[in-house]
């Protein structure tokens, strides 16, 4: 009778212990479900579309219209997902090189003289801001036409080329006035050439209006040069693969070397 009590006792253990590894096998599978049926959580950068950071705080004009900010921001580590937190106090309308408060009428501009990002923009369009110079605003054609389109893939200095007119007097005062342009043109396109050169930069000369540059993660962009670049009229632009191009003064010495050079690295 010992016996089999031991027996049964022993084969009730088994099969208890049975059921509960079916058991916690079955859940395990229903965690796994869950866990991968889960829809991935998003980013808040995500829903940035520009961000400005200053000493006296920080600004979020967030992708639905929403301003976000708030005074003496601390802007360490996770900041944005915690500026996202912060209450909204007004909404914005988007222009290509300003945006405007629609509460108070006031007009925020993203650039200053030649292009030049004003200092404070983290993000602008939802692209980060890696140097001052960076190409954010475009024009870009509505119809590509591939016949009027050059394809660059490859680090280069991007010089465009300039308005070709022609006038019934050649001795006019506008004629004379674009002649010498055209003087200054040449002069300082050639000496952007040498000077890239010796920083081991190939020169590009645009025959074309429409430029195409290959960029990682995304469709290749397209710009048409004959249009304004970051608001302002550009000459030349320097590509590094990869990279969003950034704007290039046409007078070297006008540019800022150690920004160039820590762009190419």
Request: aromatic letters at 12%; one cysteine or more; proline letters at 3%.
């Given at each position: 009778?010992?016996?089999?009590?031991?027996?049964?006792?022993?084969l009730?253990?088994?099969?208890?212990?049975?059921?509960?590894?079916?058991?916690?096998?079955?859940?395990?599978?229903?965690?796994?479900?869950?866990t991968?049926?889960?829809?991935?959580?998003?980013?808040?950068?995500d829903?940035?579309?520009?961000?400005?950071?200053?000493?006296?705080?920080?600004?979020?004009?967030?992708?639905?219209?929403?301003?976000?900010?708030?005074?003496?921001?601390?802007?360490?580590?996770?900041?944005?997902?915690?500026?996202?937190?912060?209450?909204?106090?007004?909404?914005?309308?988007?222009?290509?090189?300003?945006?405007?408060?629609?509460?108070?009428?006031?007009?925020?501009?993203?650039?200053?003289?030649?292009?030049?990002?004003?200092e404070?923009?983290?993000?602008?369009?939802?692209?980060?801001?890696?140097?001052?110079?960076?190409?954010?605003?475009?024009?870009?054609?509505?119809k590509?036409?591939?016949?009027?389109?050059e394809?660059?893939?490859?680090?280069?200095?991007?010089?465009?080329?300039?308005?070709?007119?022609?006038?019934?007097?050649?001795?006019?005062?506008?004629?004379?006035?674009?002649?010498?342009?055209m003087?200054?043109?040449?002069?300082?396109?050639?000496?952007?050439?040498?000077?890239?050169?010796?920083l081991?930069?190939?020169?590009?000369?645009m025959?074309?209006?429409?430029?195409?540059?290959?960029?990682?993660?995304?469709?290749?962009?397209?710009?048409?040069?004959?249009?304004?670049?970051?608001?302002?009229?550009?000459l030349?632009?320097?590509?590094?693969?990869?990279?969003?191009?950034?704007?290039i003064?046409l007078?070297?010495?006008?540019n800022n070397?150690?920004?160039?050079?820590?762009?190419?690295?």
């Amino acid at each position: 009778m010992i016996k089999y009590f031991k027996y049964f006792l022993i084969l009730t253990i088994a099969v208890s212990c049975k059921k509960e590894e079916v058991q916690e096998v079955e859940q395990i599978k229903k965690d796994s479900i869950i866990t991968g049926s889960k829809t991935p959580t998003e980013n808040p950068r995500d829903q940035v579309q520009h961000l400005f950071t200053a000493n006296g705080g920080s600004i979020l004009y967030l992708k639905n219209g929403e301003i976000k900010g708030q005074a003496r921001f601390d802007t360490d580590g996770d900041f944005i997902t915690e500026l996202m937190k912060t209450e909204t106090y007004g909404n914005y309308t988007d222009y290509d090189d300003y945006l405007i408060d629609k509460k108070n009428k006031d007009t925020t501009f993203f650039f200053n003289d030649f292009g030049k990002i004003d200092e404070g923009w983290n993000i602008l369009k939802g692209v980060s801001i890696e140097n001052p110079m960076q190409v954010v605003s475009y024009k870009s054609p509505k119809k590509p036409n591939s016949s009027q389109t050059e394809n660059i893939s490859e680090t280069r200095l991007i010089i465009f080329a300039p308005e070709l007119k022609t006038f019934a007097d050649e001795n006019s005062t506008e004629a004379d006035t674009y002649f010498k342009a055209m003087d200054d043109w040449n002069f300082y396109s050639l000496e952007l050439d040498e000077s890239f050169e010796r920083l081991r930069v190939k020169t590009h000369y645009m025959k074309k209006r429409f430029l195409s540059l290959d960029l990682p993660n995304q469709k290749n962009i397209t710009i048409d040069t004959q249009s304004k670049i970051n608001g302002h009229k550009v000459l030349a632009l320097l590509y590094k693969k990869g990279k969003m191009p950034i704007i290039i003064s046409l007078i070297f010495n006008d540019n800022n070397l150690d920004e160039i050079k820590k762009y190419l690295k």
